[in-house]
């Protein structure tokens, strides 16, 4: 299994990547409940549940491969930016998507960071990273599923 990557770039844009992400050599039903573990034990609770596969299926007739959006939110950065603005809200949950694809399983945790650089808010940044740092962790986890039970 690969280690998160993070802070790669992005091989179509060159900046950085949008996610934190780790592919692993799982079936999807188990990358999806080891996934909700990592959020859980890093403090996260999943607020939101999207099956892209079957809202295809069902309203366009299209058929992907196994693909779900969790919504993820952690208490305490969520918090600490609703302190400072109200309007961070809009941002929240973090989306943490796990998808098939031919090798296994990708889960990728959109950088929290990112959006507070876009917009341009300062006071945002802390509780951006704080998140970042709890995501990454949590994506570790499912890349070295040992340490985490230890």
Known sequence: MASPSADQRDPDSGGPAAAI???????????VDRTRI??????FGVVTEFDVQAALREGTGEHIAE?????ACNPQPAGRALAMDREAGC?????VVVRADRTGVLV????????????????????????????TAAVADLAHPAAAAG
């Open 21 to 31: 992400a780790v592919h692993l050599d799982a079936t999807f039903t188990d990358a």
């Open 38 to 43: 990592a959020l859980r034990e890093h403090g």
């Open 67 to 71: 693909y779900l959006i969790l919504g």
């Open 91 to 95: 941002l929240l949950p973090r989306i």
């Open 108 to 135: 990728e945790a959109t950088d929290p960071t990112l959006l507070a650089e876009v917009l341009a808010r300062p006071e945002r940044t802390e509780p951006a990273e704080a998140a970042r740092r709890l995501l």
